[in-house]
């Protein structure tokens, strides 16, 4: 009751450990949100306990007496408050990162049960792969995922997109990024593929697991640095020692990396797939929430045209609400139509990036699902790609575009092209 606010169901780590084991449906409504200090300053470490059904999903906050004397002497809205929605690179503060539980929960049960399968995390760009992978790295996440933390060792590379990303600097950073103290073992070790089987050696000799987070492992596969030899290799290590390899592509492993493996023997074989699509109603929650958390201002008014920019998807929403943040703090009256241009202004390259690497097919659907046609020519594979890339939404009963934004983005590149093609044929 210090803690909770209406509808929140609290529970203590003891009672998770109790009872979250006794079914994975009651392991997916526990929700790990830090320790919270009650009125006499004993700690306690809190799950929120909902689903779509039932519960809070807001983090719970820590009201001791004190506080709730001076809560009426105090604003409602800090509006010195920094603007805490990232739009731009990976998120590197653990506080910040929202959602992905039940993806992060899979992962640590993988690693946690020595499974033979490694992870390939799958997901379109801007859906934050890279957030995710540098996430599960830290160690306060790996702390409470994982029951013996102190039996592995954790490093993590992200890999760029340049053709000029060397083999050496791989490893470098590789080593740079091991967990310490034990990245002191890496000193005048060279950065090659045997210096790499000397660490790992080492590792084993400690008896405890090596886990390798290689973000953007796609983008190796253009880089001629980065031969066959080299996943060839990742197999090998794979095979012989104890490692457990996670890696992040924006295409399906297998398609990314088919010609840079030996057929009979392919690095991507041992790989569990998993897909990581837009927010969930509750991590949807979550985001547009984290301002309020904060003591910012509140966008419970402006949650329908947030949902209307941004739909679900992750990126687009810290977007819209990071608009929205700025235009509320400012004290002018909301105009809905400057915050629109605003977003569509600062969103219409990741659309036009998203429009450009759609099939045929699936162009096809998404003008259908714009224009309000009815296609009986629907591709069915087609329709299953954009669904579960969650650019369409329900597919079972009425299709559709998942955000009006990206719905006048097509309308409006259509007209355009339309537009062109008539200043073409007038001309000739």
């Known amino acids: 009751m210090s803690f909770g606010l209406t509808n929140h169901i609290l529970a203590?780590?003891?009672?998770?450990?109790?009872?979250?084991?006794?079914?994975?449906?009651?392991?997916k409504i526990f929700h790990y949100v830090g320790e919270f200090a009650d009125k006499h300053g004993i700690k306690h470490a809190t799950y929120n306990i909902f689903s779509d059904d039932i519960g809070n999903s807001q983090t719970p906050v820590s009201k001791s007496k004190d506080e709730e004397k001076e809560k009426d002497k105090k604003p409602n809205v800090n509006l010195n408050?920094?603007?805490?929605?990232?739009?731009?690179?990976k998120i590197t503060v653990v506080p910040d990162f929202v959602g992905r539980q039940n993806e992060i929960r899979k992962i640590f049960s993988l690693?946690?049960?020595s499974s033979k399968k490694n992870v390939s995390i799958v997901g379109e760009r801007k859906i934050g792969l890279s957030s995710l992978s540098y996430y599960i790295t830290q160690k306060e996440v790996r702390n409470h995922y994982l029951n013996n933390p102190e039996n592995y060792i954790f490093t993590y590379v992200e890999c760029p997109f340049r053709t000029n990303f060397s083999l050496e600097e791989f490893f470098n950073m590789l080593y740079q990024n091991i967990d310490k103290p034990f990245n002191t073992h890496t000193n005048g070790i060279p950065p090659t593929y045997d210096g790499f089987k000397r660490i790992i050696g080492g590792i084993d000799r400690m008896k405890k697991c090596f886990v390798i987070v290689i973000d953007g492992i796609d983008n190796l596969a253009k880089n001629e640095?980065?031969?066959i030899y080299f996943f060839d290799f990742?197999?090998?290590?794979?095979?012989?020692?104890n490692i457990f390899e996670i890696v992040s592509s924006h295409q399906n492993l297998k398609s990314a990396l088919q010609s840079k493996e030996y057929h009979e023997k392919p690095f991507t074989g041992n790989f569990e797939t998993i897909s990581i699509p837009h927010f969930n109603i509750n991590e949807t929650k979550d985001i547009i929430g984290k301002s309020m958390?904060?003591?910012?201002?509140?966008?419970?008014?402006?949650?329908?045209?947030i949902i209307d920019l941004g739909g679900s998807h992750p990126n687009l929403l810290q977007i819209a609400c990071s608009i929205v943040f700025e235009e509320v703090k400012s004290g002018v009256s909301i105009n809905p139509e400057t915050i629109k241009q605003k977003f569509m202004n600062e969103t219409k390259v990741?659309?036009?990036?998203?429009?450009d690497n759609f099939s045929p097919e699936e162009k096809s659907i998404i003008a259908d699902l714009v224009e309000g046609r009815k296609s009986q020519r629907m591709d069915i594979l087609a329709m299953k790609s954009l669904s579960e890339k969650g650019y369409v939404t329900d597919i079972e009963k009425t299709p559709k575009i998942f955000s009006n934004s990206?719905?006048?983005?097509?309308?409006?590149?259509?007209?355009?092209?339309?537009?062109s093609l008539m200043s073409d044929w007038k001309n000739n």
């Open 406 to 419: 990206f719905k006048e983005f097509v309308m409006k590149s259509a007209l355009q092209k339309f537009q």
């Open 81 to 89: 408050l920094k603007n805490p929605y990232q739009t731009k690179g």
């Open 350 to 355: 990741i659309y036009q990036f998203y429009w």
């Open 12 to 27: 203590s780590r003891e009672f998770h450990d109790l009872i979250a084991v006794e079914k994975d449906e009651y392991a």
């Open 111 to 113: 690693i946690s049960t």
């Open 225 to 227: 640095s980065f031969d």
């Open 234 to 241: 990742l197999r090998f290590i794979d095979e012989n020692y």
């Open 293 to 305: 958390k904060l003591n910012g201002p509140s966008f419970e008014q402006h949650i329908p045209l």
